[in-house]
């Protein structure tokens, strides 16, 4: 998509920051506002990520322009807010292509531009990222500043805290910058606070208190009423006491969309050593009046029409979440022990209906994972039924957390684990790839893969009546189509389901993918085994398996490396069974954002792939 030089004559001339830095300072709010309406225009015909994007419009242009970008390093967390830094550094003509098979990457990527600090896409790394760059950078004697900037939403993650508590003790030029969209704080941002950010990061307050200390430094009694004083001053005005607490210089906060005022405080910023804080307020989806006003709505976008004030109704089947979302409501009618706990992931995980039913039995905890785990193991040693609803990519974090706390203590905890296998346009960081491979080697553990919506709630009926920790896990988007039903209705555990008979081949298919199996079966007359359980596996049926059958092939949206079919492998193997397995999953490799038939097809695993890979 070219940028017209007529609609756009500021940012058409912008191919990089350096074009960026050649402009007069008084051109910056035109490049805003021309930036803005650049990202309405575009993302409205492709798709993704917008509101965030909306909000950081004058932050991006800021901090191009007072940094030497790409030697000074800015470091975008979890990357929804980093289109308009796509647009500055030389990627606003394939913007269109975004998270689409081959095009933009999603999020910020070192792979992609070298104005990609560090390649993000979950939350809360920032911090973390941009100290270890510091670090080196002040051991060589390198003077350059690195920057991280991070949401509010995101500072509710325990790796966050960690990084600024270690920050403080290192003196290193580190910059972040708090993004803070939470409308409920746009009172404390005006006047006042714009005049207290600029003393605060002036040469002259700076010069004042660097100089206090100084000759105050001998006198420790007299230093220490000196410092109380300053403390409770500034926390009577200024919400950053538990900031300076941990070392930092605490600036703000600050209108986030007053470019004036945000120039001349990072400007100041820029000039101190040590580490900075700055505080600013934003507004998601600011400049398009329908994305202020729902910013959840407009987070991620289909294509729609800028012009209508409502997005497009899509007609959908039920998907995996929704069946989720209603069997949850419905078990928690029939059992008061039910509790539902998500790291921020409401809308995600299709809690929305849950939380305003069961509201003293819903849990958000925050980006962090890691205690939604452990929370849901302290709510089991009570006697509850805790059901932690994570995503498959998320629940990585939690990982240490899901063996030591829950499944070490065999406890009642049952995770739905959704966006099982690829996930499209969000690429290799939401990919629920290895999801199959970490889970099931992990004792007490029992993990199921529906292959239908019916299978899916029938599932979750199982984990949460068996007596310890249990994992379904099922894939992004809609089903087959298939009524899940209204039952509480169980399976037997480990027992899998012959769903077609034929002969030389089997096929063991674990989850989602057992309809394009169906298909293929159809046309070389194999078996197609609904396999249910990744563990425990139906022992049995496949031992009686290999006395009618030549092949196996296991299937599953999973790394094949430690996956289902290395259970199948690993069971036949000590059982003294010989007999040729072929195994279909994902590569070992990680797999790019893209359109998810294409993704399956470039990793074997649609209909055509599979046909050919067992004639072979």
Known sequence: MLCDSKKYPFLAGIHSPADLRALDESSLDDVAKELREFLIDTTSQCGGHFAAGLGTVELTVALHYLFNTPEDKIVWDVG???????????????????????????????????????????????????????????????????????????????????????????DANLIVILNDNDMSISENVGGLNN??????????????????????????????????????????????????????????????????????????????KGPQLLHIVTRKGKGFEPAEKDPIAYHAVPVFNPRETQLPKLKKKMTYSNVFGKWLCNMAKADERLMGITPAMREGSDLIAFSKEFPTRYFDVGIAEQHAVTLSAGMACEGAKPVCAIYGTFLQRGYDQLIHDVALQNLDVLFAIDRGGLVGGDGATHHGAFDLSYLRCIPNMIIMTPSDERECRLMLSTGFYYDGPAAVRYPRGAGIGLDPGEDLATLEIGKAKIRRKGKDKAFLVFGSLLHTVLSVAEEIDATVVDMRFVKPLDEALLVELTKSHQHFITVEENAIAGGAGSAVNEFLSCAGEHIKITHLGLPDRFIEHGDPGELLSRCGLDKASILKAVQC
């Open 80 to 170: 929804h807010q980093a289109y308009p830094h796509k647009v500055l550094t030389g990627r606003k003509e394939n913007l269109i292509s975004i998270r689409q098979t081959d095009g933009v990457h999603p999020f910020p990527s070192r792979f992609e531009s070298e104005f990609d600090a560090f390649g993000v896409g979950h939350s809360s790394t920032s911090i973390s990222a941009a100290l270890g760059m510091a670090i080196v950078a002040k051991a060589k004697g390198d003077d350059r500043r690195f920057v991280a900037v991070i949401g509010d939403g995101a500072m509710t993650a325990g790796m966050a805290f960690e990084a600024l508590n270690h920050a403080a003790d290192l």
């Open 195 to 272: 005049y207290l950010a600029k003393v605060l990061s002036g040469k002259f307050y700076s010069s004042i208190k660097e100089g206090g200390k100084k000759v105050l430094q001998n006198m420790p009694t007299i230093s220490e009423w000196a410092h109380r004083v300053e403390e409770h001053m500034k926390g009577m005005v200024l919400p950053g006491t538990l900031f300076e607490e941990l070392g930092f210089n605490y600036i703000g906060p600050i209108d986030g969309h007053n470019l004036p005022t945000l120039m001349t405080t990072i400007a100041n910023i820029k000039a101190l």
